[in-house]
């Protein structure tokens, strides 16, 4: 059966032509829009000539419309993200895959392939090629859709029916036509929603290297704040995991500081890993204290800091040939490691991993206090108690427990500040931490910051940090999570000698948000899982397990015994082989017979007389069957033609035959 060429024919080639150049053309792959139709054409002129016969057709596999998947999949996971806006790779990938199984179908068209797919793969192709059209474009679109009718209608259809989608294209087209000049009006403020969306969602909030008061709130408020922002892969997650120690307050920002205390260098590799000592053999286990080492999985721009608890001995990252480390164990140096990244933290489980007297000391930026401040400062400290009868400041522990005791009295935990906006800038100075004195509501970067504020001015050396605090465990799970809702602030107050952690926010602000639901804990622990496998597979961990197996593979190759066990296990295969054998041929030895052998004989010397005379017995012809097609060819003959002593051989060798079958079958019944 051979294609039925009309009009209607033509214009089906013509629109799938017009659905393939509109798709290259929208999406600036213009030479593949035209690939494709030129495929169309030669496709539809075979198809339409004597020379592809249905039969004749290229059959429809489905594995070439599968396989194609796989790198059109691997090139959508390769195309950048757009921050504001649907990237049209989402659009483009979907069109020309669509475009290639409708390739595919008309090829086969008859044999495999179907009408009814050339027609919804190519429509579709069709739409998408209309996404942000270029302009000028669009008719030609329209008449790419009139080609699909004309050529897909059934034969007799009354016209009005042509009319009715005629309308009904129209009355889509003006929809979609309002409806983008709709979006042209309002993508400046849709467009402001996308960004702001995209910058919470991909970026952690409060820890650029310049904090503004209130950077955290968006981490409480937003709709991302049970995203799930950090993975510490360990049975006992520290309960402060800390990003930033900042330096310098100034007009409601904290800056960080402006040098760090060294900068760490490799001191030795782990596969694919840099270890980054804090001081030199501290990170080596030993019998004298146990190390542990513990993975970080970070899921969002985490501004090139190492979230790590207090007292790390080292950091191990990839990709990094150096740390920054500054006052009060903050390190930086992975923003050449890529927005998400991943690296261990080494803490000790004994006492015998001791930091340098030389990175613990505080120094004179652990009391920088802005003069501005200093009316505010005094004010509160008046407030607070924190002089005693002689005028004196109080020192230690103390001062830090009035400190906590009056915010847990006289204030309360809350997102917002009342009047902040109203008053910042004007009533307040410019400072919003006056008005959070004054409204006594607030949260944990407030609490913080007065604090710090306040213990410098007392002469008393405190850091503003930032991080992570109360992680998520789970029973079954090997790991815990830090959520955005986790995100804090809190001090760090050098007192009787040592570095303590201050949090001065008061307690009602523990607990922020809904607890994630069923399904999200489900799939966020086979997420993080998955995390752990590409881990593994990536890190290069599995590199040490093949040269171990490798390292035992030759020790065993270069032993004797290997070659004694290989040499006894051949020789019993042998034997083996040798027992098998005889006892076959005994077996059969015992049931032959002497007789049997006897009537062998003789049918082996009747078939020898009969070659001579050039009868032969066929590869599987029966003896039976044999004899009688000799005794047929041998009527034939007369004693003249042969000599009469060949003649009786002759016979006589069809009587052995006779006798053979006599005596064969009648042994057998």
Not at 92 to 113: C, D, H, K, T, V
Not at 334 to 354: E, I, V
């Amino acid at each position: 059966m051979m294609e039925k060429v009309d009009i209607r024919y033509v214009f089906k080639v013509l629109f799938l032509c017009i659905a393939s150049v509109m798709l290259g053309n929208t999406f600036d792959f213009l030479w593949l829009g035209l690939l494709f139709a030129l495929y169309f054409v030669v496709i539809g002129i075979l198809n339409a000539t004597s020379r592809r016969e249905f039969v004749k057709r290229p059959r429809y596999k489905k594995i070439f419309a599968y396989g194609a998947i796989v790198p059109l999949a691997l090139f959508w996971v390769m195309t950048p993200t757009v921050e504001n806006g649907v990237s049209p790779y989402l659009i483009f990938l979907p069109g020309i895959y669509l475009l290639y199984l409708a390739a595919l179908q008309e090829r086969s068209r008859g044999n495999g392939g179907f009408e009814v797919f050339v027609a919804f793969d190519g429509v579709a192709a069709l739409l998408l090629g209309m996404y942000l059209v270029p302009h000028g474009w669009g008719p030609v679109g329209i008449v790419g859709f009139l080609l699909a009718l004309c050529a897909y209608s059934r034969r007799g259809t009354s016209p009005y029916k042509y009319l009715i989608f005629i309308l009904v294209l129209a009355a889509l087209g003006g929809i979609s036509y309002v409806s983008w000049h709709y979006w042209k009006s309002q993508r400046y403020r849709y467009g402001a929603e996308m960004a702001e969306n995209f910058y919470q969602r991909e970026r952690m909030m409060g820890f650029d290297p310049v904090v503004a008061l209130g950077s955290f709130g968006s981490n409480f408020t937003s709709r991302y704040n049970d995203q799930v922002v950090l993975r510490v892969w360990t049975a006992f997650p520290p309960s402060y995991l800390k990003a930033a120690s900042y330096e310098k307050y100034v007009g409601g920002l904290w800056k960080l500081p402006a040098s760090p205390v060294k900068n760490l260098l490799p001191a030795y590799y782990q596969v694919d890993y840099a270890v980054f000592e804090v001081a030199d053999s501290l990170t080596r286990a030993s019998e004298r204290r146990e190390v542990e080492q513990v993975w970080v999985q970070s899921t969002l721009d985490n501004f090139g800091f190492v979230f790590a608890p207090y007292g790390a001995l080292g950091f191990a990252a990839k990709d990094v040939d150096s740390l920054s480390y500054y006052a009060g164990g903050m390190v930086q140096g992975l923003d050449g490691n890529g927005k998400r990244s991943d690296w261990y933290y080494f803490r000790c489980g004994s006492d015998d991993c001791g930091f340098p007297d030389s990175m613990k000391a505080p120094n004179e930026n652990d009391l920088l206090l802005g003069t501005r401040n200093i009316p505010l400062i005094d004010t509160v400290i008046e407030a607070m108690g924190l002089y005693d009868s002689l005028g004196d400041t109080l020192r230690g522990i103390g001062t830090l427990e009035k400190i906590r005791d009056y915010f847990r009295e006289n204030f309360t935990y809350s997102l917002s500040i009342p009047g902040l906006r109203r008053r910042f800038g004007s009533n307040s100075g410019g400072d919003p931490l006056a008005v959070f004195w004054q409204t006594k509501q607030g949260y944990c970067e407030y609490y913080a910051t007065l604090s710090v504020l306040v213990l410098r001015r007392l002469r008393i050396p405190a850091r503003y940090a930032t991080g992570f605090v109360r992680p998520e465990v789970r029973n079954g799970r090997p790991y815990a999570v830090f959520r955005r809702k986790n995100s804090h602030a809190w001090a760090e107050v050098f007192v009787d000698g040592r570095w303590l952690v201050f949090d001065p926010t008061p307690p009602l602000g523990i607990v922020i948000g809904d607890v994630p639901g069923w399904w999200n804990l489900k799939w966020e622990g086979v997420r993080g899982r998955l995390a752990r496998v590409m881990h593994l597979l990536k890190e290069g961990g599995w590199r040490v397990v093949v040269d171990r197996f490798q390292e035992s593979s030759r020790s065993i190759v270069e032993s004797l015994i290997l070659y004694v066990l290989l040499l006894i296990l051949v020789l019993g295969f042998v034997l083996r082989r040798f027992y098998v054998v005889y006892n076959g041929r005994a077996k059969s030895r015992a049931y032959v017979s002497a007789k049997v052998k006897e009537w062998g004989k003789k049918l082996n010397a009747a078939e020898r007389i009969l070659a001579r005379f050039g009868y032969r017995r066929e590869p599987g012809e029966t003896v039976g069957a044999f004899e009688r097609r000799v005794k047929i060819a041998l009527s034939s003959l007369t004693e003249s033609q042969v000599a009469l002593k060949k003649f009786q051989k002759a016979r006589q060798a069809l009587l052995t035959l006779d006798e053979y079958e006599s005596n064969r079958w009648g042994e057998t019944r």
